[in-house]
């Protein structure tokens, strides 16, 4: 038969294209993964409310505002979880001032205008406007906090009602300043004075625009995690994972031979696609993350090893190359597509029923097993189909079957 040079021009474009694209972008594919604090390092801690019995919509309005205190601290992608009925746990990866979040995320920041006697309530820090309070200063050059308000007639009915009288501005209990009322605010705009400099007017600022927390929370445990330490624990997993993929790919070119090449062609497009889609979908990857990855590959490939040995068998049964592919493919179809289904499920109850980091596992081994689904099934057809389609196989020991291993029926 006259080999046919275009499908073979194609299988091999479609090899240079794929390695072209993983050995070029994988590094910045990587690089623009969110780590988790395990990987990078951070700070985790477990809040538990005071109030007993607390609502649902309660711990979420909670956990809303300790997010918006996060946004302040500019840590990207935290973790905020709701566990059991009274408990919030935070998990900031990459926060490089741990005494910093912890004090922003403990505070409850509950701003108050008070009467003069500074027992009566007259305006709350929702009052505000959204990022109403700014860092200024006054004319001595000394920081403020410059206050905008959402009603300036209220404002300005409490500054007359007022008028020559102190008005205490207090941070939960801890008066923040005492000013006096020396004529009538109109403009809707207040100042609070006092701070040691612009770094401290600019925390108390960053609160009052987080909000406060509506329950009362109290830290039950917290740990940390050193940069170098999450550094040590990324690397020792990339490296142990190499190692691994390594060991496959010898194993499936060595007892597969051509099919055991196209494995590794469409094991390296399965890596490459996991790391783009965990990119894509801004997962957040962690230890276990890394270890749900790693077991995809190991799922990935038994799919190839199915295909692969359906294509043997249907040679040591006296077919030809061709028709070997096509029945071996056929019959690999259903049991690689259970195996992938049966797996799913059980991600899927892990995530259901998982804590955080279990959840994490799931998402990146469901991720894993619809991409292998892809790259082992349809990706390793194409590929085969064009080396068989170009007539180049003619020899059954280009699968790893001998001579002597097929049917003389």
Same mark, same amino acid.
């Given at each position: ?21 993983v ?9 623009n ?13 477990? !809040? ?8 649902? +919509? ?9 997010n ?11 973790? @905020?979880? $709701? ?17 910093k ?21 007259l %305006? ?16 001595l ?14 404002? +300005? ?33 207040a100042? $609070? ?10 925390? #108390? ?7 406060? $927390?509506?329950?009362?929370?109290? +830290? ?22 190499? !190692? ?5 790919f ?9 099919p ?9 497009? !399965?890596? !490459? #696609?996991?790391?783009?889609?965990? %990119? ?13 990855? @790693?077991?995809? $590959? ?18 040591r ?35 259901i ?14 991720a ?13 057809? @194409?590929? %085969? ?6 007539n180049? #196989? ?6 790893g079957?001998?001579?002597d ?5």
């Open positions: 038969m006259k080999i046919r040079k275009g499908k073979l021009v194609a299988f091999c474009l479609l090899v240079v294209v794929i390695l072209g694209i050995a070029t972008t994988t590094l910045d594919v990587w690089n993964i969110t780590k988790g604090l395990d990987l990078q390092g951070g700070f985790e801690v477990l !809040y538990e409310t005071e109030q007993k019995n607390v609502s649902m +919509e309660a711990l979420k309005d909670t956990a809303a505002a300790l918006n205190r996060i946004n302040v601290l500019g840590v990207s992608e935290p973790e @905020i979880t $709701i566990e059991g009925s009274n408990r919030i746990r935070v998990q900031l990866a990459g926060v490089k001032d741990q005494n979040a912890r004090k922003m995320l403990g505070k409850q920041a509950r701003l108050t205008f008070r009467d003069p006697s500074g027992k009566t309530v %305006m709350e820090g929702k009052d505000l406007k959204e990022n109403g309070a700014s860092v200024g200063y006054d004319e050059n000394r920081p403020v906090v410059t206050l905008k308000l959402k009603d300036p007639k209220k404002f +300005e009915n409490i500054t007359r009602k007022y008028l020559g009288q102190q008005i205490p501005i207090y941070l939960d209990e801890t008066l923040l300043s005492d000013p006096q009322v020396q004529q009538v605010i109109s403009g809707g705009e100042q $609070i004075s006092g701070q040691k400099d612009a770094k401290e007017a600019q925390e #108390l600022a960053d609160l009052l625009n987080a909000g406060a $927390i509506p329950l009362k929370l109290k +830290e039950v445990q917290s740990f940390s995690v050193d940069a170098s330490l999450g550094a040590d624990s990324l690397r020792d997993s990339l490296v142990a994972g190499l !190692y691994a993929i390594i060991a496959i010898i194993f499936v070119i060595g007892l597969y031979r051509l055991g090449f196209i494995a590794v062609i469409t094991l390296i497009a !399965y890596a !490459y #696609l996991n790391l783009l889609t965990f %990119m894509l979908l801004d997962v957040t990857l962690t230890l276990p993350g890394i270890a749900a990855f @790693i077991l995809g $590959i190991g799922i990935a490939v038994d799919a190839n090893i199915i295909m692969g040995e359906r294509i043997r068998d249907e040679l049964v006296g077919r030809s190359i061709a028709g070997a592919v096509k029945a071996g493919s056929k019959r690999s179809f259903l049991t690689i597509f259970d195996a992938h289904i049966t797996t799913i499920i059980a991600a899927v109850v892990l995530f029923f998982g804590t955080s980091a279990v959840k994490g596992f799931s998402v990146s081994l469901i894993g097993i619809l991409i292998s689904f892809i790259t082992a099934v349809a990706l390793s057809r @194409i590929m %085969m189909t064009l080396l068989v389609r170009s180049l #196989l003619k020899r059954p020991g280009l699968f079957v001998r001579e291993e097929i049917s003389d029926l």
